[in-house]
């Protein structure tokens, strides 16, 4: 591997863990490094990735062809960038309309891009029973980084940060049920075409899933071996 891609693994790996450090340090780094947009993009698909990771089981039970299992997990990798995106950019209206605040999209994007860290861990949700707890720790986690990341680019204090992020939040949902429903129709039906199976987007009917295919599987072994 050469050195300077080793090199650049070893400052991305770094500014990951100190963004789950919660450390400012690594907000104001990713703010000015050159290729901060990039590192940031590389977040938000690793944390898509992770997040697919429980998707992924149900289609391995489902024994999805490899080819359509590794689209389907970059599809959703992929929509995740566009989500963020559209959240990046709900946040940063609102920030300017609330506060007033004058930090461009980019800059913005690159500082919640790595806010999302927390969130690579995303794949132990799968886990049964643990799924939703995980879930909620790993959403309060995230949430802090982006309060942190956040009032290092704007200077506003947490309160003014929480209310630009809930006041986001809002305006975001608001266009996910109106202008955006057909990206998101489109998306899920991208999605669903490429796997090839019906996909389950609920965390709870996630672990559901999970948990009966393993069961059955146990059941079909354990028949097995009893006709042996």
């Not at 070893?10 to 450390?23: G, K, R």
């Not at 690579?120 to 309060?140: K, M, R």
């Not at 129709?185 to 393993?214: C, D, I, K, M, Y």
Request: charged share 10%; glycine share 8%; aromatic share 10%.
């Amino acid at each position: 591997m050469p050195e300077s891609m080793t090199t650049g693994l070893v400052q991305f790996w770094s500014l990951v863990q100190e963004a789950n450090a919660l450390n400012p340090d690594a907000f104001r780094a990713i703010e000015v490094h050159p290729a901060g947009i990039l590192l940031a993009i590389t977040v938000i698909l690793l944390v898509g990735l992770s997040q697919s990771i429980g998707q992924g089981i149900v289609l391995f039970l489902n024994q999805v062809k490899p080819i359509r299992f590794v689209l389907s997990l970059g599809i959703a990798a992929i929509l995740f960038v566009f989500s963020v995106a559209f959240w990046v950019l709900s946040v940063w209206v609102v920030s300017h309309l609330l506060y007033g605040v004058d930090v461009s999209f980019l800059k913005v994007f690159r500082v919640l891009g790595l806010s999302y860290a927390p969130l690579l861990w995303s794949f132990l949700v799968a886990i049964p029973y643990l799924g939703v707890p995980i879930n909620v720790v790993l959403s309060v986690w995230s949430l802090l980084a982006f309060v942190r990341g956040f009032s290092v680019v704007t200077e506003l204090d947490r309160w003014q940060v929480l209310g630009s992020a809930i006041c986001g939040w809002v305006v975001f949902q608001i266009m996910q049920r109106t202008i955006g429903r057909p990206a998101i129709t489109l998306g899920h039906w991208v999605s669903s075409s490429v796997a090839g199976v019906p996909l389950v987007t609920n965390l709870r009917q996630l672990e559901q899933t999970v948990q009966s295919s393993f069961t059955k599987a146990v059941d079909n072994s354990n028949r097995n071996q009893g006709g042996d």
